[in-house]
């Protein structure tokens, strides 16, 4: 296998004429161009060699665009993949973003505007590249938002700087502290992680920076701290935002001086650590209610990451799925059942508050109390009967072609009307975040009264 240089190309359609005219046009331009006729061979020639960019039809006889998209984005995240297809309907080009393409456009297409889309995807490609195969820690999914997250907290791995993760419960703020430990200088050094809520608040300074015999009662020994024992490597503060105010200067000084004094003890220990803190909560929001100081906020916010929520990667669903069904199986010495595409399109339509230790809980509690050979819907609606699937998006063509921003557009008017102007339910409906759904609205001029 071999990494093609990056004006190099790999065409995919059943039609002779639009693989000759493709060709002729890419050849044109400068390109080295290759063609296959199908998704089988074009797996084969992408395995031999990995294209920056590939140009599928959706439709062909053999498969789709859609599956040879997500097997090549698995394989190679950094490969740009462009959908061309002649049957262009909202639902194709829902499914078409969230499975990771980077533009879809309908056919008949000059080669004008595919020149604008390949120039567009090649510049997103430059800006986030992804290393290939490098490990992520048991963080499972290939989704652009979660590979945009991790490229980020890839760079930050580069640096000794202190890194604060903001992100909802569950969608795995401690498996990307581990990732940036590993994927950093320090990951021969310890990875100690506290969590600042579950360490009764009278402990935690202990905890935290270790005591002498007698520095209180029932300290009968010498006892280090979790900075002292994270010298060398990664301390991970969970819930930060749970630290008690009292305590909050004394982790500020720890910080800005990399020393810490044991409880009964005048004497400092230096520490060479990086500080990784973690929340479910907006820590600037605790600062202006005074429940959090403004200076360890600074302190700690020199690298701000995030995760997306469970419903702002739903493509990465039945990879989560096939990952816990193989863990609990295996664990409980079962076979493992096959799942049915109608249990994932059911899963992927429900909303997932508690995120990914939802998603995993409830797979857990499937594959106990069922021994069937299959896993169907009918377990979905056993097992989760307060799930509300959200609607599907009317099966109704859109003007598809020219760049994404168009049919962005569209699809956001027939979410919003397929709700009744609901945001939150289109956020969820589109797989985004209510935040991305309100700069939309002011972006492409929506009546913001009619969507309220």
Known sequence: MTVERQNSVLVVDDEPGMRMALRANFQREGWRVETAAGTSEAMGK???????????????????????????????????????TAFGTVPDAVRA?????????????????????????????????????????????????????????RHAARTNADVLIEAESG????????????????????????????????????????????????????????????????????????????????????????????????????????????TNVQLRQKVEEATFRADLYYRLNVI??????????????????????????????????????????????????????????????VISLNDADEISSEHLHSELPQSKALPELPQQSVLLGGSIREVERQLLEKALETTKGNRTRAAELLGISLRTVRNKIREYGLPPRRYA
Request: aromatic fraction near 6%; glycine fraction near 8%.
């Open 46 to 84: 992408f395995q031999e060699n990995r294209f920056p960019l590939v140009v599928s039809d959706v439709r062909m006889p053999d498969g789709n665009g859609f599956d040879l998209m997500r097997t090549i984005r698995s394989e190679n995240p950094s490969t740009a993949v462009i959908l061309l």
């Open 97 to 153: 973003m969230r499975g990771g393409a980077c533009d879809y456009l309908s056919k008949p297409v000059s080669f004008e505007q595919l020149q604008s889309a390949v120039a567009q995807v090649l510049k997103e490609v430059e800006v986030n590249p992804i290393a290939e195969n490098e490990a992520t820690n048991r963080i499972i999914g290939n989704s652009p938002i979660l590979l945009r997250a991790l490229n980020r907290a």
């Open 171 to 278: 969608t795995g703020k401690e498996l990307l502290a581990r990732f940036i430990h590993e994927n950093s200088s320090r990951n021969d050094g310890p990875f100690i992680a506290v969590n600042c809520a579950a360490v009764p608040e009278h402990l935690l300074e202990s905890e935290l920076f270790g005591h002498t015999r007698g520095a209180f009662t029932g300290a009968t020994t010498v006892k280090p701290g979790k900075f002292e024992l994270a010298d060398g490597g990664t301390l991970l503060l969970d819930e930060i935002g749970e630290m008690p105010l009292p305590l909050q200067p004394k982790l500020l000084r720890a910080l800005q001086e990399r020393e810490v004094g044991r409880l009964g003890d005048h004497r400092n220990i230096h520490v060479n650590i990086r500080v990784i803190a973690t």
């Open 304 to 365: 701000p990451l995030s995760l997306p929520a469970l419903r702002e990667r739903r493509e990465d669903i039945p990879a989560l799925v096939e990952f816990f069904v193989r863990q609990f199986t295996h664990e409980a010495g079962i076979p493992v059942p096959k799942i049915l595409p109608e249990f994932l399109e059911g899963l992927q339509r429900s909303a997932w508050p508690g995120n990914i230790r939802e998603l995993g809980n409830f797979m857990k509690r």
